[in-house]
């Protein structure tokens, strides 16, 4: 496990960044959630590929960027539906590419090119109208949805530290216990509560902090999996002392889509 001195500093540092470049401006978001999205693709391919495999990830990352890009130009200055047809070929011609693909994997190479760009940049696009309201930039309510997910990851591993005894999928990951999750829910909960006080909306803020525990949860157990299949402990090395940029932003990127509809919906 990594020293507490070697992911100090990568906390501090890539946090301020981040933070610093959510609350700058439209531009200087949309940039710091396009690096997350590019190394993230990057990644999502360097798990599931071998030395006899080359997957087309220039194509896949591109088809992240495009959909990354559509999504946030939509909620900044809305498109005409019709823009977003251009994404139906986009998603064929990744087929296309994958005929140069080396024959080891060649059966579920496209599949695997598709899903890494779908994987990451749906949630990264719908980020983008999370932090718009009716095209106004309003940056504090990621910064509440991102201190939320470090609210549960902090207080379930505490919780699941002093009282874990039941695990919660062995299997997958085994230091995870029902009483880490259910510490983290009620804490995720309970701050969920607090900021919707100060954004006068408790009731949509509770349900942001249930959709982060539970489907964060689930996104944590989804990427554990997927490092477990390609032999991998971490999905990157890109972060010291923390790993890579799926493994920081796993819950997030899985609990995004259920917190869209709770925004759509309330």
Known sequence: MSSFKERLPTALLFGSAMIFGIIYSPVSFFIVFLTILIVGIWEFYQLFENPSHKSTKAFGIILGIIIYSMF???????LQPKVFTLLIPLFFLMF????YADTNRKKYAPFINILGALYVAIPMGLLSYL?????????????GLIWLIWTN????????SFFGKKKLF????PGKSW??????LVFTLAMGYGIGIYFEDTTKWVLFGFCISVFGTIGDL????????AGAKDSGTILPGHGGVLDRFDALLF????????????
Do not use: C, H, W
């Open 170 to 173: 062995e299997r997958i990951s």
């Open 153 to 160: 990851d902090s207080f379930a591993y505490f919780t699941g």
């Open 255 to 266: 609990a995004i889509p259920f917190v869209f509809v709770v925004e759509v919906f309330f």
């Open 179 to 184: 009483e880490g999750f259910f510490g983290g």
């Open 72 to 78: 946030f130009l939509d909620a900044m200055n809305g």
């Open 96 to 99: 296309f590419f994958n005929l």
């Open 222 to 229: 989804v990427e554990s999996q997927m490092k477990r299949l």
């Open 131 to 143: 932090v718009f309201d009716n095209y106004a930039f309003k940056p504090y309510q990621v910064l």
